[in-house]
């Protein structure tokens, strides 16, 4: 058994030599491949920075929910109370009275409640927005 060096086989054909550069065609694989991850990826992202948003609007909603109850049974106390106190103008209204406007005070800090959720909420997904910038400048860079 003899071993044979690569200088007694002769020239190696061009077909059979690595290319020391990718092609063109490898390099669009390649991008597309990197592209396809990315935006999978941002997509993620956008998805969580939207759920964040959206658990902000349930608080909101719910605070103007509990807003719109706690309202309606101030405005039935209210009314009650107004009735009473003025076919009667007996403590028993005032006592009416004194519950409505205990109501209507829990229901405007729930009121309060709500807006300041829904100020907080930012429904532009902010993270999301920076990382597709970086992308595209990145993307720029690579195909310059």
Same mark, same amino acid.
């Given at each position: ?46 998805? $969580?920075? +939207?759920?964040? !948003?959206?658990?902000? &609007?349930?608080? @909101?909603?719910? %605070? =103007? *929910? ?28 005032? $006592?009416? +009275?004194?519950? !409505?406007?205990?109501? &209507?005070?829990? @229901?405007?800090? %729930? =009121? *309060? ?32």
């Amino acid at each position: 058994m003899t071993v044979i060096d690569d200088r007694e086989r002769g020239p190696t054909p061009a077909s059979a030599r690595p290319d020391p550069e990718p092609s063109l065609a490898t390099l669009f694989g390649e991008l597309s491949e990197e592209t396809k991850l990315m935006v999978r990826l941002e997509t993620e992202l956008a998805k $969580a920075e +939207l759920g964040e !948003a959206l658990d902000h &609007a349930k608080k @909101a909603g719910a %605070g =103007f *929910g509990a807003a719109g109850v706690l309202g309606y049974i101030a405005v039935m106390f209210l009314s009650f109370a107004a009735a009473f106190g003025l076919a009667e103008i007996l403590p028993t209204g005032v $006592a009416f +009275l004194i519950v !409505a406007v205990v109501w &209507a005070v829990a @229901a405007a800090i %729930g =009121f *309060g409640i709500g807006r300041k959720n829904l100020n907080a909420l930012d429904p532009v997904p902010r993270r999301t927005v920076q990382a597709l910038k970086e992308d595209i400048t990145w993307l720029r860079h690579r195909t310059s």
